[in-house]
């Protein structure tokens, strides 16, 4: 998959600001699908939390896991795809969603979902998340 970029950061929680920096600079108003990885209680929508806070928007952000997508002022979308098969994502039509003008945040996205996305010729951020005591690193590859 052709990334052109790969950044680490490794931060404490209270950090979390710096690794959204970066991510409003990479995203610069363009459309794109930011696929969130790490395990369950990692941040992935903490993250998303803090970029629609920076953003300046006031939306309540929950994971979408049972409603599958979240919408925040009509240009940030929220997905988790956690407890669905990528068939199931995409007979439930929510690859056209991708269609729409603004940042889609996918939780658990699958190397599948990023290929189909990069095929489709999406612009595709990757950031996985591990856990590392009280900090986190986060991997945006871009």
Known sequence: LGFYLKKEYELELNQINVLVDELKD???GENCVVILR???ASGKTTLVKNYVEAVGLDDLVT???FSLQAIYSDKIFHYDVYN???VEFISLGMLEEFEKEGIHFVEWGDEKLEEILN???YKVIL???KKKD???QYTINA
Do not use: A, H, Q, V
């Open 26 to 28: 990479l995203l610069d």
């Open 38 to 40: 790490g395990d369950l």
């Open 63 to 65: 994971s979408p896991t």
């Open 84 to 86: 669905k098969t990528l």
């Open 119 to 121: 095929d489709y010729g």
């Open 127 to 129: 950031i996985e998340i």
């Open 134 to 136: 009280n900090k986190r």
